[in-house]
Nanobody, 127 residues
């Protein structure tokens, strides 16, 4: 069983930056495929970014490409989402998610791929 706890959310002005962290408990984090999703009020949960176990593959939604960077530190059991040039439309609850997976996947954007989810952290970007 893996537990995921997000942190780092908050209120920031447009153009600002935030770094989200997701700390994982349990063993074998280094074998987990990790993703970030977000859900804005009245909208469905959407894919933001994902990273494979070795950090050799990283994936981004078109809406955040060039502004967000996903990374991980397997020694610290933590995955990060660096968010720069934030926009009001980035306002949402951000969730990290994980699945034990050491093969490649093209399904990284599908929330059904992931077995474990954090409780979410609120990001609010003011204009």
């Amino acid at each position: 069983q893996v537990q995921l706890v997000e942190s780092g959310g908050g209120l920031v002005q447009a153009g600002g930056s935030l770094r989200l962290s997701c700390a994982a408990s349990g063993r074998a984090f280094s074998s987990y495929f990790m993703g970030w999703f977000r859900q804005a009020p009245g909208k469905e949960r959407e894919f933001v970014a994902a990273i494979n176990w070795s950090s050799s593959n990283r994936y981004y939604a078109d809406s955040v490409t060039g502004r967000f960077t996903i990374s991980r530190d397997n020694a610290k059991n933590t995955v990060y989402l660096q968010m720069n040039s934030l926009k009001p439309e980035d306002t949402a609850v951000y969730y990290c998610a994980g699945r034990w997976l050491r093969t490649t996947t093209t399904n990284y954007f599908n929330a059904d791929l992931y077995d474990y989810w954090g409780q979410g952290t609120q990001v609010t970007v003011s204009s």
